[in-house]
Structures are given as structure tokens and as C-alpha cells.
């Protein structure tokens, strides 16, 4: 609800009976004993006892065995909760005991409504497509997004395009645009001219091909429907660059390439 003093306890992380533990440095079998010994004690204000593991991938197989009799035959007021972002290393004797529950990625558009919330209540000018950029660099996950958006207004308070990419050595469609038709005029002094020139700016080339992947997804989609919604990264005004310089073959044999590397 969180109106009532045990709710308010949970969120402001001082509640008695709400332990999270991190597996990562305590995954030994001897912390996990010391754990179980603490089990047995009733909760203090709370109807249960609630262990938050984290990370519970790290614990040792050892570990997991002497959790696991506690975890067949839990006391009645014990809850347990086991968080990983890796399930599939965790002993199936430990899963098949557990209710599972999979968090899938924050969908974009999510992303996007949180960040505005954020801006406006901090009172933070920004541009719509820079929001849109950070949600793509979050991959789904809505506290890589804050963490962005923190970076990015440390560097300035005015959130732009601009701004991220010189904060995360990213290139702009522009840019990516002109590489590509650089490398199908096989002009290869121009090209390492532009790559050092990126080099000298910090881009993140592994971000960069994963970029160009996207941009030439694009280009195929395009000559193929000439739809601009199906779009995911380029723009109308980006596709009159792009589209008339280059074939579908190519831009499947540049994306092989490009996985490649």
C-alpha cells in the first residue's frame, strides 16, 4: 500500500525483517549457515521474514546445498527471494523448489514516459529525440536509463542529441550515413581518414558497428515497403541520403560483414 509503517520501513530500506543479502560476497557455506541459524527467530513488526538474495547466481554449489533443506521446508513465516539475472546457472534442485518469475525489458516507449516524468518535475529542458536515443542505450533496463540521463545533465543541463553523443561517442545518422557511402565507393583512403578522425572524437566503434547494422536494417526494410513507420533509427530526411546509393544486396553483404566483426 505503501501507507502503513511496514511499507514505509521496506522503501526507506530499514525494516527488521526485510534482509537483502548480496550473493556475490557472501556465497560461502559458511555464510549461508549463519543465515539458516537466523531463520528460526520470529519476525520483529512484519507477518513474515523476507530474504532478498541477490545475485544468487554466485553462490557456490556447496552453498546451495545448505540452503537447500531450509528451502524444502521453509519455516511458516519465511519468505525467500531469489534474484539473478542468470537462471540458467543456478542448480535445478534450488529452481524446482522456487515459484519463478521472469522481468522482461522495459518497453521504449516506458522508457520514454518515465524520462519525461523525470525532466519535468526537475524542470530540465530536452529535446524529443534525445530521450528517444537513451532509451535505446538503456536496452530495456529503466535504471540504465536514469543513470544515462544523469550523466548526460551533469554535462549539461539542456539534454540534446548533440549532448549524448559527445558524452557516449556516439555519431549522428548524418554521420554513420556518410560512412557507409564512403565504403561503397571503396574509397579506402577516406575511410581511414573518417575512422581516425572518429578515433580522435572517443567513438565507441563497437557501438558504432552495431549502429551501421541498424542503419542498413533500415535501408533494406525501406526498399522493401517504403514504409518510414515500419522505421526503427532513420528518419524521412535520412533515407533520401541513403536509399538511392545503395542496393539490398549490398546492404545485406555490409551487415554479414559487420556481425562478423
Request: charged fraction near 30%.
Amino acid at each position: 500500500c505503501n501507507e502503513c509503517p511496514n511499507c514505509k520501513a521496506i522503501t526507506q530500506g530499514d525494516h527488521p525483517d526485510v534482509i537483502e543479502i548480496d550473493a556475490a560476497s557472501n556465497n560461502g557455506v559458511n555464510e549461508v549457515r549463519d543465515l539458516i541459524d537466523k531463520v528460526k527467530y520470529a519476525p520483529i513488526n512484519a507477518k513474515y521474514k523476507v530474504y532478498i538474495i541477490d545475485e544468487v547466481h554466485m553462490m557456490t554449489p556447496e552453498a546451495f546445498n545448505a540452503l537447500l533443506k531450509t528451502l524444502e521446508e521453509p519455516p511458516a513465516h519465511i519468505v525467500f527471494i531469489l534474484a539473478t539475472t542468470e537462471p540458467h546457472k543456478i542448480l535445478p534442485t534450488i529452481i524446482s523448489r522456487c515459484q519463478r518469475f521472469d522481468f522482461k525489458r522495459v518497453d521504449e516507449h516506458d522508457i520514454i514516459s518515465g524520462l519525461e516524468y523525470v525532466l519535468k518535475e526537475e524542470n530540465v529542458e530536452y529535446d524529443e529525440e534525445s530521450l528517444e536515443i537513451i532509451s535505446k542505450l538503456a536496452d530495456g533496463g529503466m535504471r540504465d536509463a536514469l543513470s544515462i540521463l544523469e550523466q548526460c545533465l551533469a554535462y549539461d543541463r539542456h539534454l540534446t542529441v548533440e549532448n549524448i553523443n559527445k558524452v557516449y561517442g556516439l555519431l549522428a545518422n548524418d554521420e554513420k550515413i556518410r560512412l557507409i557511402k564512403l565504403l561503397l565507393t571503396k574509397d579506402m583512403k577516406n575511410v581511414l581518414k573518417t575512422l581516425d578522425h572518429m578515433m580522435s572524437l572517443s567513438i565507441d566503434l563497437k557501438r558504432l558497428t552495431k549502429d551501421l547494422i541498424d542503419v542498413l536494417k533500415d535501408v533494406i526494410i525501406f526498399k522493401n515497403t517504403q514504409d518510414l513507420s515500419l522505421l526503427f533509427v532513420l528518419h524521412k530526411s535520412d533515407i533520401q541520403q541513403i536509399i538511392p546509393y545503395i542496393l539490398v544486396e549490398e546492404a545485406f553483404e555490409m551487415i554479414d560483414i559487420f556481425m562478423d566483426a
